[in-house]
């Protein structure tokens, strides 16, 4: 059963209790786009205890009031309460809530195209903001005094730039003169809200153009200022024809894949964050360098993706890819058992695709991305690291007290089997009995 039945059978039980149920926001503006809604939310007339009183064992969300997520077949549907909002004291939550009516609740929604309404039945769309036309126009617009709703929520500062960037849609003048001045507020916001939204930003196939809307409209201030140096931190024109550091970045964003995944998108954002930093000018050749850009952009990776409270995972993955992108440049001169180890990173098809767009948006070339191509066939018949033939037990066996030396041996012998010259243990112990023996004089 999908989503939209669950929900259409939710909102006929309350309409058979005698409530008002609509299908309500996202998922109203979703479906006219022709898009599926991700979830679908009921706005009703019917008060949280009536819901809760309807669908015996669902609960009241505790940080929305009036909000009830009931599950049917296990889709979870919001349903909630017709309500006014009351002051915003913080930026951030309504201190209260007043159950009101449809048209009250339309008017505290946040864009014109989230604040329509569909009855579940008839399909007959109830506008109270002028939503459908902006939908038509591709045109994203804040209910109301746009100054006084993003005073209210600043989150909304940054859902006006995911919803103008993932549906394509021109932010109308006043919002978006507004989300300009407003810009600041958006340091109310926790720093997890932010990095969802911009998650959204960074996933979403238009995320280059996004990027530029977060910079035009100041919001990256309170998200990654770093960015902000990249802007005219100009390179050599005979590596990067297309421009600064930022051009190149935005131009590389534009490259990935739509469905490009969110860890590939952060790297692709700050693989060359170290370069502002970094850059000199060396008289002698008469160009600019960004020695160590990559070490240095990846620290300040780490730095920022804790700053925005990204999970541990997220970050142990992003941070190699940024610190490795320039050993890209070798790799065709790598020896077999260095370059499988290199091969063999855990995100290393993101990190070829990282490589493609670095190339693709400046230099063009193509020899080292088509080299790693044709080594991965050559080298796809058998597991890139296959299972060591000896470990430190043999050490242990010949005598040897454990220490730092025994990865230093195992590495050795490690490298001979990647390289193709030992395959089997017989050889590998005669190795290994070798460099022990060398140790030992
Ligand atoms: P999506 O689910 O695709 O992220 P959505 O529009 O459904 O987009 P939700 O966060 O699910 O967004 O919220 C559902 C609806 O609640 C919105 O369409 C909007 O009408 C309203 N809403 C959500 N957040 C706010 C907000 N910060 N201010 C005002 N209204 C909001
Ligand atoms: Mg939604």
């Not at 009241?60 to 009036?66: N, S, T």
């Not at 160009?287 to 970050?315: C, K, Q, S, W």
Request: charged content about 25%; aromatic content about 8%.
């Amino acid at each position: 059963m999908s989503a939209r039945q669950s929900a259409f059978i939710l909102a006929r039980r309350l309409m058979d209790a005698g409530f008002e149920a609509f299908f309500a926001g996202g998922c109203v503006r979703d479906a006219l786009l022709g898009l599926t809604p991700k979830d679908y939310d009921i706005a009703t007339s019917a008060t949280p205890d009536q819901v809760l009183k309807l669908f015996p064992g669902s609960n009241e969300v505790g940080a929305h009031f009036g909000v009830v997520i009931v599950r049917h077949r296990g889709e979870p549907v919001e349903i909630a309460t017709f309500r006014t909002d009351g002051s915003y004291k913080d930026s951030r939550r309504p201190e209260s809530v007043e159950f009101s009516t449809p048209e009250q609740d339309a008017q505290r929604r946040d864009f014109t195209i989230n604040g329509l309404f569909q009855h579940p039945e008839t399909g007959e769309i109830i506008d109270y903001v002028g939503g459908l036309s902006d939908l038509k126009a591709g045109c994203l617009r804040a209910i109301g005094d746009p100054v006084a709703r993003f005073s209210e929520d600043a989150l909304r500062l940054l859902r006006a730039v995911r919803f103008s960037t993932t549906l394509g849609f021109e932010i109308e003048k006043q919002t978006d003169d507004a989300v300009c001045s407003c810009a600041d507020f958006l340091g109310r916001i926790s720093p997890e809200r932010i990095r969802d939204e911009f998650s959204k930003i960074l996933t979403s196939n238009r995320r280059g153009a996004g990027l530029e809307t977060l910079v035009r409209t100041g919001l990256i201030r309170h998200i990654v200022p770093e960015i902000l140096d990249t802007i005219g931190c100009d390179q050599p024109p005979e590596w990067h024809p297309e421009g600064d550091v930022f051009t190149h970045t935005r131009i590389m964003l534009d490259m990935l894949e739509p469905d490009a995944p969110l860890e590939l998108c952060l790297a692709v954002l700050l693989h060359d964050i170290g370069k502002p930093p970094t850059r000199t000018f060396d008289e002698e050749a008469n160009r600019i360098r960004f020695n160590g850009h990559d070490a240095v952009g990846a620290e300040m990776t780490g730095t920022i993706l804790r700053r925005l409270r990204y999970p541990n995972e997220t970050i142990a993955a992003v941070v190699p890819m940024v610190a490795r992108h320039m050993q890209f440049m070798n790799v065709q001169k790598m020896r077999t058992a260095k370059l499988k180890l290199f091969m063999a990173a855990p995100r290393f098809v993101d990190e070829m695709e990282l490589h493609r767009v670095d190339c693709g948006s400046s230099n063009g070339f193509t020899d080292n991305y088509e080299f790693l191509q044709a080594k991965a066939e050559e080298f796809a018949a058998a597991p890139l690291i296959p299972p060591p033939l000896v470990s430190g037990r043999d050490l242990i066996n010949l005598g040897l007290p454990p220490g730092p030396c025994f990865k230093e041996i195992l590495d050795a012998v490690q490298t001979e089997q990647l390289e193709g010259r030992i395959l089997d243990r017989e050889p590998a112990l005669a190795y290994l009995k070798q460099l022990a023996a060398e140790i030992r004089v």
